[in-house]
Nanobody
Framework: QVHVVESGGGLVQPGGSLRLSCAAS????????MGWYREAPGKQRELVAI???????NYGEPVKDRFTISRDNGKNTVYLQMNNLKPEDTAVYYC???????????WGQGTQVTVSS
């Protein structure tokens, strides 16, 4: 079993920045990839960014050039630096952890990000 905990959400004005963190913990697991998804009211959950254990990254189109994903493999932690935030970035952000040989990915509880003046 892998436990996933996000932190760093909050309220920010348009044009501002936030940094999200996600830590995975448990026993005897090997992470393949960690990423962020978001879900806004009335919309489907969508990919924000993902990073593999080898360092390859992929971003959703709406956040390219504004968000940066990074990881600390030693701490099983992934970060999402969000710059130039827009009201349309308002959503619950979920951390996703893909574990080797696991039947399904693990999800965190989510952290609210609200961009509003």
């Amino acid at each position: 079993q892998v436990h996933v905990v996000e932190s760093g959400g909050g309220l920010v004005q348009p044009g501002g920045s936030l940094r999200l963190s996600c830590a995975a913990s448990g026993s005897s697991f090997s992470i393949v990839a960690m990423g962020w998804y978001r879900e806004a009211p009335g919309k489907q959950r969508e990919l924000v960014a993902i990073i593999t254990s080898g360092g390859s990254t992929n971003y959703g189109e709406p956040v390219k050039d504004r968000f940066t994903i990074s990881r600390d493999n030693g701490k099983n932690t992934v970060y999402l630096q969000m710059n130039n935030l827009k009201p349309e970035d308002t959503a619950v952000y979920y951390c996703n952890v893909v574990v080797l040989r696991a039947r399904r990915p693990y999800w965190g509880q989510g952290t609210q990000v609200t961009v509003s003046s």
